[in-house]
């Protein structure tokens, strides 16, 4: 039976062995490594969206949450009446153009020129005397969102950031390997077919993206985590090139040397 999952981490975490095997897998082998890598980069993330406990008004309603202003909440003060307890009930609306906001003493809905909505119920009896600026209406309006919405609004964050890093990664891969494709045309160096710069580029990738896994679980923010991504790979890259020089005959003697 052919491990090639365990055949790609041997390969991936040596200098040496990274470089000179560089023809063992095969096209879907090669798409499944990729989309594990994809998925250690996205672990730590995945749990730190499953803990979410804020999100930001504005990337999910930008046009009618602009509506949440001064004004809005002069008329909604009016409508309370100045007391301390809340109405029994009253319903506050405003539109710009085709994007609204509509509030009642029971839910409150934005709605956007697009078709995009931000919609749901008050979990808790509000006290509307004490909502006198915008950004404290547009937190409760957040926090009663995100409680109903949790589980769609960690899979939204979750698929925009898998894109993010599957697109990171096959940039980088495919960035890699013709620049490796590109030494062909040298005599110094050993790779000659395309098929080969990408098993090399592959096999550079395990490394770099194992610690930067690591690196997320500690810093929980995906910039970081890709940042720190992108310099490991370059380390991997000079540290296979210090032991290799990219040419087979260099590498087998200072492993021969080595031995």
Same mark, same amino acid.
């Given at each position: 039976?052919?491990?090639?999952? !365990? #055949?790609? &981490?041997?390969?991936?975490?040596?200098?040496?062995?990274?470089? +000179? /095997?560089?023809?063992?897998?095969?096209? *879907?082998?090669?798409?499944?490594?990729?989309?594990?890598?994809?998925?250690?980069?996205?672990?730590?993330?995945?749990?730190?969206?499953?803990?979410?406990?804020?999100?930001?008004?504005?990337?999910?309603?930008?046009?009618?949450?602009?509506?949440?202003?001064?004004?809005?909440?002069?008329?909604?003060?009016?409508?309370?009446?100045?007391?301390?307890?809340?109405?029994?009930?009253?319903?506050?609306?405003?539109?710009?153009?085709?994007?609204?906001?509509?509030?009642?003493?029971?839910?409150?809905?934005?709605?956007?020129?697009?078709?995009?909505?931000?919609?749901?119920?008050? !979990? #808790?009896? &509000?006290?509307?005397?004490?909502?006198?600026?915008?950004?404290? +209406? /547009?937190?409760?309006?957040?926090?009663? *969102?995100?409680?109903?919405?949790?589980?769609?609004?960690?899979?939204?964050?979750?698929?925009?950031?898998?894109?993010?890093?599957?697109?990171?990664?096959?940039?980088?891969?495919?960035?890699?390997?013709?620049?490796?494709?590109?030494?062909?045309?040298?005599?110094?160096?050993?790779?000659?077919?395309?098929?080969?710069?990408?098993?090399?580029?592959?096999?550079?990738?395990?490394?770099?993206?194992?610690?930067?896994?690591?690196?997320?679980?500690?810093?929980?923010?995906?910039?970081?985590?890709?940042?720190?991504?992108?310099?490991?790979?370059?380390?991997?890259?000079?540290?296979?090139?210090?032991?290799?020089?990219?040419?087979?005959?260099?590498?087998?003697?200072?492993?021969?040397?080595?031995?």
């Amino acid at each position: 039976m052919n491990h090639f999952h !365990l #055949n790609y &981490v041997s390969a991936a975490c040596s200098p040496f062995k990274s470089f +000179l /095997k560089r023809d063992y897998l095969k096209g *879907w082998q090669v798409a499944i490594i990729l989309l594990v890598l994809n998925a250690m980069m996205l672990f730590p993330l995945s749990l730190q969206i499953g803990q979410l406990k804020y999100v930001n008004l504005e990337d999910y309603a930008p046009q009618s949450s602009q509506l949440i202003d001064g004004q809005l909440i002069n008329e909604l003060q009016k409508q309370t009446n100045e007391t301390t307890t809340a109405p029994t009930a009253f319903e506050l609306t405003r539109e710009k153009g085709k994007a609204n906001i509509r509030l009642t003493d029971q839910s409150f809905e934005l709605s956007e020129s697009k078709g995009g909505k931000v919609a749901g119920k008050w !979990l #808790n009896p &509000v006290d509307w005397t004490t909502i006198n600026q915008p950004q404290q +209406l /547009k937190q409760l309006v957040t926090e009663n *969102w995100l409680a109903q919405n949790r589980i769609p609004i960690a899979l939204s964050l979750l698929m925009n950031i898998s894109i993010l890093t599957g697109v990171s990664l096959l940039l980088v891969w495919l960035g890699t390997t013709v620049f490796l494709y590109l030494t062909k045309f040298s005599k110094m160096f050993s790779i000659t077919t395309w098929r080969e710069a990408w098993h090399v580029s592959l096999n550079w990738l395990f490394l770099p993206t194992a610690f930067a896994m690591i690196i997320g679980f500690i810093t929980k923010n995906p910039g970081s985590m890709l940042t720190f991504h992108g310099f490991l790979y370059v380390g991997m890259i000079l540290w296979s090139y210090w032991k290799t020089h990219l040419n087979d005959a260099y590498a087998k003697r200072v492993m021969n040397q080595m031995d």
